[in-house]
């Protein structure tokens, strides 16, 4: 199936020469003959090249005279080069790209650095979990892409709730308030939503995730100290595309959803909607839920308008209705008495509207305008306790995309405003906090030759209650050989203070005190380098192998301290915390067998601690294998392994290390696929390892959340492909 890039120009370069031609085609899928938006063709040996306008249409510039090869790429698509003289009498009017059959080392284009380079080409280091990848997980997590990162190296979702399973992510050890959560480039899961944000988040209208690790400042300001997950959704193309999926599982858990796209001519749309029901479960028998009640509704409509040729407007919008309730599973069926009378109730709401303008000055030039509203109401609910409040933000951001010779340059600049009112009859002491920033920044994309490539950004942001921070950040790409390159990062961040973070989700805000005036802003620094290599072994077996260096040090970090009368207050830290570590993937491809195998090694360290200096819930080493063996529209079948290391929990005791294991197949017949997953068939659960509930039974405590505690859950279902 074809898949389509945001169609966007990139990849476009110019050099002085002494033959100055021009090379005009449209390139088309083979088999559809539809235009393949967003493909790319270069001149071999040269940093000339150019990408696929909104109906397909290439034009490279500037090619010197004589024998030239160009080669032509797309995503999923055998390349293919082409020899011509220049200049030509004639161009060709069309290309045709045909479907590869088994996409050995994928080549992909990427969106967050806003320049939609290959990754080979983008000197910021960027991880991408492709379509194919989405697929697979969706079929064991349909409702939430928890499942999708849970299982990538350096990345831990980190669940905050032991009943209500609320969740966070955390990159290379860092709590999940130094991620950027961004959804086709726009910031909207921060703040008070941060706790629901990643299972409000459905995988079925998803293109890619793109994953930037470590600090992403110049494009994306505060609260990316840690890295950035961007979430990048489909586009309609000229075929009608209509995916629904239905699934059930074991655990009592139902889902059903349906994505439906399509273009004419200067019109599409996509369509998302979802449904998630979830009975109460509780595994262990000890009356409290493992999987809360839940019930969860997506609606997810986006209008795309292809003005003219170098114009596009995208009008969308996504809500998502959920309501989750946990605790005493007496409770839940209405049988509460005075010993049955713990619940965690969570009630939310989210609507997001945004709208995303694209005019293509020239060839080498693009405006860009965003503009996107987001509001969130959460109530949540334990005994003698309730907890109200809507938090609302706004993202304007313009930018300018222009080419001039080696150098790809992106100016613009932002407003971010973000508003949390607590309810009335929410607690006593109001935690309202309103934070506005405004922001400058410039980016150089700047290929020095064929081999050495750099991305140089400078940002500056004013915030309007903690100041200036300057933030510049650079990139450097060195690619050997074809086989082998190496990157080199290295940049600041900072994180302004706010009482929404995994400790106070975890004390569902319970006697947590307003941000004091007086506080400082978080700042970074850090820096990652990393090697690449990849290559095809007897044109059969396709390997690669990525290791990653990173370092990250937070000055004046922000802790939460319980006081003599038992409030909880954060404060600034004179001592840092550091992480560092590595990361090593590696990938082999002998069709129709895939083996991956990931490990990570992560030291974080709380230097503001006396004695033992761990940052809490952290395993020192991860270890990631997945084996699949896939026949393409036939059937799909694969065997996952995770290995996870002794953690610290906050009182300094350790836990466990312990393995998990799943399995999952996939047969597909025709547009119709049956699958089904075994997830972690050795059933560990926390509960087996230690006790988690501690009395009294009416108003119990929890121990912290590190590894699952649902146990092993079978879920199997249909996909339809229309």
Not at 149 to 170: K, N
Not at 234 to 250: A, C, F, G, V
Not at 269 to 292: A, M, N, R, S
Not at 312 to 332: K, Q, W, Y
Request: charged content about 20%; hydrophobic content about 35%; glycine content about 8%.
């Amino acid at each position: 199936m074809t898949r389509f890039i945001l169609p966007i120009l990139a990849l476009l370069y110019t050099s002085v020469v002494f033959g100055q031609n021009t090379f005009t085609t449209t390139l088309r899928d083979a088999e559809s003959k539809e235009v393949l938006v967003g493909a790319t063709a270069q001149v071999k040996g040269t940093t000339i090249g150019a990408s696929a306008d909104l109906n397909g249409k290439l034009t490279i510039n500037n090619i010197p005279d004589g024998n030239q090869t160009i080669t032509f790429r797309y995503v999923g698509y055998d390349n293919i080069s082409i020899a011509y003289v220049f200049p030509l009498d004639t161009p060709p009017v069309e290309i045709f790209l045909r479907q590869s059959d088994a996409e050995q080392l994928e080549e992909v284009i990427v969106t967050a650095t806003r320049t939609s380079r290959t990754i080979e080409n983008t000197p910021t280091r960027i991880e991408v979990i492709s379509l194919e990848e989405i697929d697979e997980k969706s079929n064991m997590r349909p409702s939430n892409v928890a499942m999708l990162l849970h299982e990538s190296t350096g990345i831990q979702v980190q669940q905050t709730s032991y009943t209500s399973a609320t969740a966070t992510i955390r990159i290379q050890g860092l709590d999940g308030k130094y991620t950027q959560l961004l959804k086709d480039g726009f910031p909207m899961f921060g703040g008070f939503s941060s706790g629901l944000s990643i299972l409000d988040i459905p995988p079925l209208d998803l293109r890619q995730v793109e994953i930037i690790k470590g600090s992403a400042s110049t494009l994306y300001g505060g609260g990316s100290i840690a890295g950035v997950v961007n979430f990048v959704s489909k586009e309609p193309k000229d075929k009608r595309e209509i995916n629904i999926i239905l699934n059930q599982t074991s655990a009592l858990g139902s889902d059903a959803g349906i994505f439906t796209s399509y273009r004419k001519k200067k019109v599409g749309f996509t369509l998302l909607t979802t449904g998630h029901y979830q009975k109460e479960y509780d595994v262990d028998k000890d009356d409290f839920t493992e999987i809360p009640q839940q019930g969860d509704f997506t609606f997810n409509p986006k209008i795309f308008f292809y003005l003219r040729d170098s114009t596009r407007l995208t009008i969308a919008n996504a809500s998502n209705a959920s309501n989750r309730l946990g605790g005493d599973i007496h409770v839940i069926q209405g049988n509460n008495d005075n010993y049955h009378r713990y619940y965690e109730k969570n009630n939310s709401f989210r609507n997001v509207t945004y709208v995303d303008f694209n005019h293509w000055l020239n060839a080498k030039s693009r405006l860009t305008v965003k503009e996107g509203v987001s509001y969130f109401n959460r109530r949540l609910q334990i005994p003698d306790y309730l907890f109200v409040g809507t938090q609302i933000n706004s993202y304007t951001d313009v930018s300018y995309i222009t080419t001039v010779k080696k150098h790809t340059l992106v100016i613009g600049g932002n407003y971010i405003y973000d508003d949390f009112t607590e309810g009335q009859d929410s607690s006593s002491v109001k935690r309202n906090q309103t934070q506005s920033t405004a922001g400058v920044y410039i980016q150089d994309n700047w290929d020095i030759t064929d081999k050495w490539l750099a991305e140089m950004g400078l940002r500056t942001d004013y915030h309007f209650t903690y100041g200036s921070f300057v933030l510049p950040r650079v990139s450097l790409l060195y690619k050997a050989t074809e086989q082998l390159s190496t990157r080199l990062g290295a940049g600041l961040g900072y994180k302004a203070p706010t009482i929404f973070v995994e400790e106070t989700e975890a004390l569902a805000y319970k006697d947590v005190a307003p941000i004091d005036a007086n506080l400082d802003a978080e700042q970074s620094y850090g820096a990652s380098f990393d090697i690449n290599y990849r290559r095809t072994i007897l044109d059969k077996l396709g390997f690669s192998v990525n290791h990653l260096f990173f370092y990250t040090t937070i000055d004046k970090p922000l802790i939460l301290e319980q006081d003599t009368l038992n409030f909880y207050h954060f404060k600034n830290q004179p001592k840092p915390i550091q992480t560092y570590g590595f990361e090593t993937n590696m990938k082999f491809i002998l069709d129709p067998l895939k083996l991956f195998v990931g490990y990570t090694f992560t030291q974080a360290d709380a230097k503001y601690k006396v004695g033992r200096q761990f940052v809490s819930l952290v395993p020192q080493n991860q270890l990631n294998i997945a084996l699949l063996c896939e026949k393409e529209r036939k059937f799909k079948i694969g065997v996952e392994a995770y290995w996870r290391d002794k953690q610290y929990l906050s009182d300094g005791s350790g836990t466990n290390a312990y393995w998990e294991f799943g399995f999952f197949a996939e047969k597909t017949f025709g547009k119709v696929s049956l699958f089904v997953n075994f997830e972690n068939f050795t059933d560990t659960r926390q509960n087996r390892f230690q006790q988690v509930v501690f009395p009294p039974h009416e108003n119990p405590t929890f121990s912290e959340t590190w590894t699952h505690t649902e146990g092993f859950v079978i879920n199997g279902g249909i996909k339809l492909r229309l």
